[in-house]
């Protein structure tokens, strides 16, 4: 099935994009208590979604996410909301599409599609064309709620993408996905930075955009970048870092990201070869704003190395998964050497 690209044509307008920042630490500033489901909020507190796309467009987004991330049944039967998929995913992109509609700008409605939640066969019971269907399930919705484009994210196995992006194929809907690259530089499931972009080789159609999203903090997502638009440096490379790094006070996550540091991370972005940036966990409309501002004053300058990076924007807390595969080499020449 044919779709439209309204990605590359806002791209050919901008040059750079940038997407929203956190659904879900800022709906919990917003009122969302521990335990509950965002996407029920789409109908028991509707307001309150509009609002967070709201001040996301105000704050200068051209992509805003609908409030859809745990939107196949496997997420929703934990909260019991399993029959309701279309009904839930579809009100999310009406909330979002009306938001959008408003704007007097053009602003991308995208389809959060996160990660089922289930292992794949063999490490798990679900198969691949039980993937296919959940996320088509839910990509119908959102298509007729208005989202533009299915916005596959946070996911740590490629067939789990490569199922999302099928699903997005039998739908219509053109697609973008992300890796969350947090363990050691790589996904939970092993997929290194610069191999992002073969993943759904073979299907009918190409993703309009590849990255990383969520992660552990800003540098290391920056280095994500780098090995992602080295690998590939034509492609259309997506990333939505968390707002510095994690911290826990008492049994609450705070995030160290000031909106000095986002506007940096921004900047770091651009002259890395990213082409949409935005921001995940902890990301307030504050930062957003100042995202916003830094994307507009800045003019792509030397691509950063990753010192420059950890200088600028702080330490990482993981390694650079290059850097581990050559420490593991260097090992194994150390050992070889001391059997000699």
């Known amino acids: 099935m044919t779709t439209t690209n309204p990605i590359d044509a806002l791209l050919a307008e901008k040059g750079v994009l940038l997407a929203d920042g956190a659904t879900g630490t800022n709906l919990f500033a917003m009122g969302l208590e521990a335990g509950e489901a965002p996407e029920l909020l789409n109908e028991t507190a509707p307001d309150t979604i509009t609002s967070l796309h709201q001040n996301f467009v105000d704050a200068g987004a051209d992509i805003i996410l609908t409030n859809s991330f745990g939107g196949t049944r496997h997420r929703l039967k934990l909260h019991h909301a399993q029959d309701r998929v279309h009904a839930l995913n579809k009100r999310a992109a009406e909330l979002a599409r009306a938001v959008a509609g408003k704007a007097g700008r053009k602003v991308i409605v995208a389809g959060s599609v996160g990660p089922t939640g289930e292992l794949l066969v063999p490490l798990g019971a679900m198969t691949y064309d039980e993937a296919v269907d959940a996320f088509a399930e839910q990509i119908e919705g959102l298509k007729?709620?208005?989202?533009?484009?299915?916005?596959?994210?946070?996911?740590?196995?490629?067939?789990?993408?490569?199922a999302a992006a099928e699903a997005a194929i039998r739908v219509g809907l053109p697609?973008?996905?992300?890796?969350?690259?947090?363990?050691?530089?790589?996904t939970m499931m092993g997929l290194l930075p610069k191999d992002i972009h073969g993943v759904t080789d073979g299907l009918s159609q190409a993703p309009l955009g590849v990255g990383a999203n969520c992660g552990v903090g800003a540098s290391d997502i920056l280095a994500s970048l780098l090995d992602m638009t080295e690998a590939k440096p034509e492609a259309t490379v997506i990333v939505k870092g968390n707002c510095g790094i994690p911290e826990f006070?008492?049994?609450?996550?705070?995030?160290?990201?000031?909106?000095?540091?986002?506007?940096d991370y921004v900047r770091l972005a651009v002259d890395g070869g990213a082409k949409i940036i935005g921001g995940c966990c902890g990301t307030s409309f504050q930062h957003l704003a100042a995202m916003r501002k830094?994307?507009?004053?800045?003019?792509?300058?030397?691509?950063?190395?990753?010192?420059?990076?950890?200088?600028?924007?702080?330490?990482?807390r993981n390694k650079v998964a290059t850097e581990n595969t050559a420490e593991t080499s260097e090992a194994r020449r150390e050992r070889r050497r001391s059997r000699a």
């Open 144 to 162: 007729e709620g208005g989202a533009e484009v299915a916005w596959i994210e946070t996911m740590s196995a490629p067939d789990e993408i490569r």
């Open 175 to 186: 697609y973008t996905y992300t890796g969350s690259f947090d363990t050691a530089g790589r």
């Open 249 to 263: 006070r008492g049994t609450e996550i705070h995030y160290s990201g000031t909106p000095e540091l986002m506007a």
């Open 294 to 316: 830094a994307l507009d004053a800045h003019t792509k300058a030397d691509r950063p190395t990753v010192a420059a990076i950890v200088e600028r924007i702080g330490p990482m």
